[in-house]
């Protein structure tokens, strides 16, 4: 009995550092994903505050759902009419609640807001920004256009830039947040956290 207990005491005392540096090692894991998170939420705020528009052949308006496709337009339609580029193309496949495609909606807004027809294209297939990059790329390709203004809400514009360099566009991205001003505090953080995850997984290999 007595040598039983000595040796699940001996046990113990082996086993116990080894949970300690197993805390440590889980406890630094954590702090580093979590810093690693915020210096990345960082990153996507900043660079959203920042308008690098410039003459370009054609602006691109990403679709964001009916109220994103609309503040995006908002800001297309205003760049349109600064002469920023000739073309406004609207992207987007995925359906609003009002039953269009947000490439759709976002044309139905161009023409309220005085963008002719005629300079206003569509892509309404992709429902995603990588599709919308892949979509795009080709259809600028088709076309002739090598570079373009890239409008989105602010949080958006830094996985939407990598995801479309990564086609081979040359953007300019601007936010619509210049001509609609900005969301609410909750929506921002709401938004950012989204992009966090969405980022991280386009960012693993094979997506």
Do not use: K
């Not at 009916?66 to 349109?80: F, K, Q, V």
């Amino acid at each position: 009995m007595g040598q039983f207990a000595s040796t699940t005491t001996i046990s113990v005392r082996r086993i116990t550092p080894v949970w300690r540096l197993l805390r440590f090692a889980l406890a630094l894991a954590t702090l580093i994903l979590v810093g690693g998170a915020l210096m990345l939420a960082v990153i996507i705020v900043r660079y959203g505050t920042s308008d690098r528009a410039r003459p370009a052949d054609v602006i691109v308006v990403l679709g964001g759902g009916e109220a994103g496709t609309t503040r995006r337009a908002l800001h297309g339609a205003a760049l349109y009419r600064a002469g920023y580029a000739p073309y406004v193309l609207c992207t987007g496949g995925a359906i609003t609640p009002g039953g269009d495609t947000e490439a759709a909606h976002c044309a139905q807004v161009m023409s309220v807001e005085g963008v002719p027809a005629a300079a206003v294209w569509r892509e309404d297939v992709s429902r995603s920004t990588a599709e919308n990059a892949r979509a795009t790329a080709a259809l600028m390709a088709a076309q002739g256009w090598r570079d373009a203004v890239l409008v989105s809400d602010d949080f958006h514009l830094w996985r939407a830039r990598w995801l479309f360099e990564r086609q081979g566009v040359r953007v300019y991205p601007s936010p619509a947040q210049r001509t609609t001003g900005p969301l609410s505090a909750g929506e921002e953080f709401y938004a950012v956290l989204r992009e966090l995850a969405a980022w991280s997984w386009q960012a693993l290999p094979g997506n």
